[in-house]
């Protein structure tokens, strides 16, 4: 795996910043976001569940990527691109409800049941039997220190322009950003750049990257059509597979990050590379 050359202190810049308020629904775009413990305010605040309380995703529901949501912290707003639904989801977020045992990849979390219209809109949506529950209770993830809500293990994901630059380059069609689903986008650090740093300060913000991102098959999914395809899976078994130290072996873009100093992170942004390896 490629790293980059240069100093500790190199400076880059905040390009994109996305909230996905659904676990693996599609995501908002921002111009600035405010960082908590569990990553951006309002991030997977939300999951699809199965009757029998496990996660649903795009692994297994490409059109989950049809579906638009917004949340402003009261009012859960959620399009859909494709057919299903004549009209918007207007969900305004209960304080309290049924709290519901449910998992995220077997492991056990808690989310309070958004009711019945709202499992109907989604049901409706998806053509599969589901309900919608709102994050609530506290979980740490395996390492790093941090928490998350219903994000699959870490708080935040980011990535270089660079690096998917990188990959266009071998692919027949280049892939837009939003094939990754993060929530940083950085400019300035160079291709692969993100694997070789350790901590980034984005004004009063820092951030610790713990771990490389595994990709999985949803990666293979338009964001925009929800149609499958190969890549970038293909192109990239051949030249970024790493074996972890558990024996696990990963296809990797990008790096998981925990937040170590809070604070609001806008487009534009300086971005300081203060550790690397």
């Excluded at 057919?83 to 918007?88: E, I, L, M, V």
């Excluded at 696990?248 to 487009?267: C, E, H, K, S, Y």
């Amino acid at each position: 795996m490629v790293g980059y050359e240069g100093s500790s202190a190199m400076t880059a810049v905040v390009r994109e910043l996305n909230v996905y308020p659904i676990k693996s629904a599609g995501g908002t775009p921002l111009t600035r976001a405010e960082l908590l413990p569990e990553g951006f305010q309002h991030d997977r605040a939300f999951m699809l569940i199965r009757p029998d309380g496990r996660h649903l995703s795009q692994r297994e529901i490409p059109r989950m990527a049809l579906l638009r949501p917004s949340y402003d912290g009261v009012k859960l707003t959620v399009g859909f691109a494709g057919t299903g639904p004549d009209a918007p989801l207007v969900h305004a977020v209960p304080a309290d409800g049924p709290v519901l045992d449910v998992t995220v990849h077997g492991n056990p979390c808690a989310g309070v049941d958004q009711g019945d219209e709202a499992a109907e809109w989604f049901t409706a949506a998806l053509g599969r039997e589901c309900r919608l529950v709102g994050f609530t209770g506290r979980r740490p993830t395996k390492v790093g220190g941090g928490t998350v809500r219903f994000a699959d293990e870490f708080p935040l994901l980011i990535v270089s322009v660079e690096s998917l630059a990188e990959l266009n380059s071998r692919l027949d069609e280049p892939l837009p950003m939003n094939r990754f689903r993060p929530n940083i986008v950085v400019e300035g650090l160079g291709a692969w750049g993100e694997d070789s740093v350790r901590s980034l300060r984005i004004g009063e913000v820092e951030l610790e990257l713990v771990k490389p991102c595994a990709r999985c098959v949803i990666t293979t999914t338009d964001q925009e059509t929800a149609v499958k395809g190969r890549e970038p899976l293909r192109t990239l078994a051949t030249y970024r597979t790493l074996v972890f130290p558990d024996g696990d072996r990963g296809v990797i873009f990008g790096q998981n990050a925990v937040p170590r100093a809070l604070g609001a992170i806008a487009v534009g942004d300086a971005v300081e590379a203060t550790r690397r390896d």
